[in-house]
């Protein structure tokens, strides 16, 4: 249509500068077959609490599930926690990981509600699972490897 208007559409630069102060960090652990099947009584802490006014934000969670003879017979799905259990956050993609009867790689970000800042600052971060009971048999491993920076709240 002559003389018709025809909009542009709008272009944004999203500059990200890096805070020098700020480092991406890496934590690597492996847990054996007797923690995990443990694993909802003795949850294993992947990182101390980082010290006062400070806090985890996890950037990603890779797990690397190395399959055994007998796969997890699942009576939960491992979940990382940053304080008490009312408050963790969870993989969602690491749900099922431990029932196959294969090795099997997750990369997943976290997803969780919002919770009060006191629950979340200068907290240990735990990995457990979320089930009613322990997991009841299995023989797999599973790597976990996590990135992270500290942060502080002043």
């Known amino acids: ?53 400070k806090f985890y934000n996890v ?23 940053i304080g008490p259990a009312l408050y963790g956050w969870t993989f969602p993609y690491l749900v099922g990981l431990l029932d196959e009867a294969f090795d099997t790689l997750v990369m997943t970000t976290p997803s969780g509600y919002p919770h009060p800042a006191s629950q979340g600052v200068n907290v240990p971060l735990t990995i457990t699972v979320d089930g009613a009971s322990e997991l009841l048999s299995g023989d797999g491993t599973v790597l976990v490897i996590l990135h992270y920076t500290i942060e502080s709240t002043s």
């Not at 630069?13 to 991406?24: C, F, G, R, S």
């Open 1 to 53: 249509m002559p003389g018709a208007f025809k909009k542009r559409p709008q272009m944004f630069l999203l500059a990200i500068v890096p805070n020098p102060e700020v480092q991406m960090k890496r934590v690597q652990t492996t847990l054996s077959s007797a923690q995990l099947l443990a694993l909802r009584a003795s949850p294993v802490q992947l990182l101390a609490a980082p010290g006062p006014n």
């Open 59 to 81: 950037l990603g969670c890779t797990a690397v599930y190395i399959a055994g003879a007998t796969p997890y017979n699942l009576n939960g799905n491992l979940f990382l926690l």
